[in-house]
Every structure is written in structure tokens, then in C-alpha cells.
């Protein structure tokens, strides 16, 4: 079956501008969580959906937000985009969340000028 | 969840079994050890993960002390291919209110 994917692949932005990210799990999956990788922090959770509803978050500012739709997409969303928040932003879908393994998706990667 | 300790790097020739260590000494008793890896550029994959017995797949076997304090990922005929990044994460059954908690992990490079 077809594996997680994220678009777009790539984005570049400006500072002070947002952003919307999109995350189509695998079939099936109904939770949803996503991570920011940088090279400084390495892999940093940001929050898990299941459900439409977010049921985890980690200690991310109120500028990352996000949700789930019906069908387990899941969308994540920065408002006033900051130049530290240049990064590989990876969802991973699950079965129903931990301990089920988590599919990670190719990323996006952000950079902010 | 537990703190786990792995060695930052680790060489192994192409067609050899490779042996990843990994120490967990404060496991508690229901938390599982995940084995995840990430080749450079790619999302991390998901490799196996077990509580107490040993476990095997068609990637990699899992080897689990019997005082749950250490564990050992076997890739038994390793491949340039599995040159990346390997995690070990400890993780309560129903846990994750922090996500998977990835260390800095232990780069493996396989050599022809």
C-alpha cells in the first residue's frame, strides 16, 4: 500500500510569513504526529492527532498549530515564520499512535529567509 | 521514558552481520525498545521493537537481556544500503504524551 506522503517537498518563505504543511497518512492509519529535525536539536516532537483531535504536544510555541480532517489528513500550520524555524518537518502515521510503529513520510523541508 | 546510551558510531564490512548496542538500565517493565534508523535525507524507518522476548523480521533481529537492561540490534548480512543513522528508543505501551524521544543514535557505516 502506498506509504505517507507530505507535500510540498520543498518551500521557501520569508520571515514573518506562514506557512501550511500537508501530511496524507497511510490508508487506514488514524493517528498522525509530526516532527521538526534540525540539525542543532536533531528530531523534536511537535504534536500527535488521532481522531481529528490532537491528543499529544510537545513544547513547541502556539505559532505551530495544527489539525486532522476526517479522512486522517493531517495539515501543520506557522504563523510568523522565524529564521530558526528553518527545518525538516516529518509526519509519521500510525495504526492508533504508541507503541505502534510509527511511517514516516519524506519531510519537507522549510527555509526560511 | 528511559534514558537510552548508544556508542555515536560504528563501522561494519558489507556482508557481515552488524551488532548495535544498546543500553537501557533504567527500562521499567512495560516499556517497549524500539529500533528505528535514518538514511541521510530520508524520514526515519522503522526497524522492530520488542518488551521482553527476542524478535525477528525480515530486517533485523532484536536481542533483549534477560535483566531488560541492554539490548542488541542485529542486522545479520549488512548492506551499504544500511549505512545510516540507527535509534533506540524506550517507550511506555500507551505512552507518547512526548512523541518518540530520539537521541543522537548511532552512526553505522558499512564498508565495502
Known amino acids: 500500500k502506498a506509504g505517507v506522503t507530505q507535500t510540498p517537498r520543498y518551500l521557501i518563505k520569508t520571515r514573518g510569513q506562514q506557512v501550511t504543511l500537508s501530511c496524507s497518512p497511510i490508508?487506514?492509519?488514524?493517528?498522525v504526529s509530526w516532527y521538526q529535525q534540525t540539525p542543532g536539536q536533531g528530531l523534536q516532537f511537535l504534536f500527535e492527532?488521532?481522531?481529528?483531535?490532537?491528543?499529544n504536544k510537545g513544547n513547541f510555541p502556539g505559532r505551530f498549530s495544527g489539525r486532522q480532517f476526517s479522512n486522517s489528513r493531517s495539515e501543520m500550520n506557522v504563523s510568523t515564520l522565524e529564521l530558526g524555524d528553518s527545518a525538516l518537518y516529518l509526519c509519521?502515521?500510525?495504526?492508533?499512535?504508541?507503541?505502534?510503529?510509527?511511517?514516516f513520510g519524506p519531510g519537507t523541508r522549510l527555509t526560511v529567509t | 521514558d528511559a534514558k537510552t546510551t548508544q556508542p555515536p558510531s560504528m563501522d561494519c564490512a558489507e556482508g557481515r552481520a552488524a551488532n548495535l548496542p544498546c543500553n537501557h538500565s533504567?527500562?521499567?517493565?512495560?516499556?517497549?525498545v524500539y529500533w528505528y534508523r535514518q538514511i541521510h535525507s530520508q524520514g526515519p524507518q522503522y526497524i522492530i521493537h520488542?518488551?521482553?522476548n527476542n524478535e525477528t523480521n525480515e530486517m533485523a533481529s532484536l536481542i533483549i537481556t534477560e535483566d531488560r537492561k541492554s539490548s542488541t540490534l542485529i542486522l545479520p548480512h549488512a548492506t551499504l544500503r544500511d549505512t545510516a543513522v540507527y535509534y533506540c528508543i524506550g517507550m511506555y505501551s500507551g505512552g507518547g504524551a512526548d512523541g518518540l524521544t530520539f537521541g543522537k543514535g548511532t552512526h553505522l557505516i558499512i564498508q565495502p
Open positions: 533504567t527500562i521499567s517493565g512495560n516499556e517497549y
Open positions: 509519521a502515521s500510525s495504526l492508533a499512535g504508541f507503541p505502534y510503529e510509527q511511517y
Open positions: 490508508s487506514g492509519h488514524r493517528s
Open positions: 492527532y488521532f481522531s481529528e483531535t490532537q491528543r
Open positions: 520488542g518488551l521482553k
